[in-house]
Every structure is written in structure tokens, then in C-alpha cells.
């Protein structure tokens, strides 16, 4: 079973910025696809962007980030950062890293592994 840890949570305000990152206890050169989702109080959980292929390379984003924030991964420290500019209230969740050898990036059913989350809460 591969463990992620999230880090890099906590509080912003609106329009500022903040980096997640997720180590994961599996070399990422052998995970085909590590991810992050969000999940606020009383809504199911959002896909956020995956970093897909096994150097990361094919990145997706989810429509309400695209342009706002960047995923990327770095194989030779086994992590995957999640860059989250120009941050909203809107944005406020937990955030989970998760990996898998998906299909479909977008759909959280194809991740079997799933980090413990982190909270991110944006201010108005």
C-alpha cells in the first residue's frame, strides 16, 4: 500500500497563494498517475489536476483552477506540488494527493491510494 502525505495547508486570503505538496512513499517514476482532488463540507469530491505518465508530463486540470493552478512532480524527490495562485473563498476544502495507474485522470475511483488531506481556507 503507498502512503502520500500532504503538507503545505493553511490559511489564505483571497488572491494570494499557497503550495501543497504530497510525498509519496512509492518511487513516482514507477506511478503512472498521482493527483489531487478537494472536498468541501457537503459537496462530493472535485477533481484538481493530475499529473499523468510516468515523468508526469500529461497534465489535466480541473476547470474551475485552470490557469490558477500548477501541478508538477518531481521524481527524484518522490513528490507532487500543487502550485494554487490567485486563491478564492470557493477554493476553501480539504485537499487530497491520491496515485494510480488511472485511465481517467478525472475520476477519483481510478486512485488507490489516497493521502489523509490537508485544509486550505481562503478569506475573503
Known amino acids: 500500500q503507498v502512503q502520500l502525505v500532504e503538507s503545505g495547508g493553511g490559511l489564505a486570503q483571497a488572491g494570494g497563494s499557497l503550495r501543497l505538496s504530497c510525498a509519496s512513499s512509492e518511487r513516482t517514476s514507477r506511478t503512472y498517475g498521482m493527483g489531487w482532488f478537494r472536498q468541501a463540507p457537503g459537496t462530493e469530491r472535485e477533481f484538481v489536476a493530475a499529473?499523468?505518465?510516468?515523468?508526469?508530463?500529461?497534465?489535466y486540470y480541473g476547470d474551475s483552477v485552470r490557469g490558477r493552478f500548477t501541478i508538477s512532480r518531481d521524481n527524484a524527490k518522490n513528490t507532487v506540488s500543487l502550485q494554487m495562485n490567485s486563491l478564492r473563498p470557493e477554493d476553501t476544502a480539504v485537499y487530497y494527493c491520491a496515485s494510480g495507474r488511472v485511465v481517467n485522470p478525472r475520476s477519483s475511483p481510478e486512485y488507490d491510494s489516497w493521502g489523509q488531506g490537508t485544509q486550505v481556507t481562503v478569506s475573503s
Open positions: 499529473a499523468v505518465g510516468w515523468s508526469g508530463d500529461k497534465t
